[in-house]
């Protein structure tokens, strides 16, 4: 079946820092991909959304690039805050907004001033 | 924005009982979902369900559980009896095709 799958855990970066957290997907067809952010005691909010390949994604100075060819959707921003510390989700749907979304395992970002 | 509400927070129930979790979806959505995540680990889909059915349901929906939104109020997910591996944290989300909202979760503890 389709999958995500984030290489980083957890990642530990001071502020300004240059932030990269990898995904890689796995699907049949041609998924919509998505980035969500958690905060502790918090649900999943959407950063953003790309539905075809080259398409860029981005919200609140993160950016991701949809890449067919590797099958990748990586988060990156250039200089991170205290309070971009959160959990990062890749995630992807088969069918846009009805569907369901399969995550990948989560990056914890922690950014220490 | 929008916002999904669970009811209640947390809560603490003994294992074979029967639990039922409440969601208020954002009132235009037409679909609705729940999601297990169980702590540390990533959130795994349980069900999802549109005009009043069942569209897909994950492996780690059980027989036990079960889905029903009488009548446009809450969208509830019913388990019974709870069993240990429970345990975990419940999100229910709703969209309408274009983007979905999640709640703050529902943490269930089995004991």
């Known amino acids: ?113 | 924005g929008p916002k999904v509400l669970q009811i209640p927070s947390h809560q603490i129930i003994d294992m074979g009982q029967m639990v039922t979790l409440n969601c208020d979806p954002v009132s235009n959505h037409l679909y609705f979902y729940w999601y297990k995540q169980i702590l540390g680990q990533q959130m795994e889909f349980l069900v999802n369900f549109y005009n009043g059915k069942v569209m897909e349901k994950s492996k780690l929906f059980k027989d036990q559980f079960s889905v029903e939104r009488p009548d446009g109020s809450y969208f509830t997910l019913k388990i019974q009896p709870t069993a240990l591996e429970d345990s975990a944290v419940y999100f229910c989300a709703s969209s309408s095709r274009r983007e979905v909202f999640f709640g703050k979760g529902t943490r269930l503890t089995v004991v």
């Open chain 1, 1 to 113: 079946g389709d999958s995500v799958t984030q290489t980083e855990g957890q990642v530990a970066l001071s502020e300004e820092d240059f932030l990269t957290i990898h995904c890689n997907y796995s699907a049949s067809g041609y998924p919509t991909l998505f980035w969500y952010v958690q905060y502790p005691g918090e649900g999943p909010q959407l950063l953003f959304r790309a539905s075809r390949d080259k398409e860029k994604g981005s919200s609140r100075g993160f950016e991701a690039t949809y890449d067919k060819g590797t099958t990748s959707f990586h988060l990156r921003k250039a200089s991170v805050q205290e309070s971009d510390s959160a959990v990062y989700y890749c995630a992807l749907s088969d069918q846009g907004g009805s569907a369901k979304l399969i995550f990948g395992e989560g990056t914890k970002l922690t950014v220490s001033s």
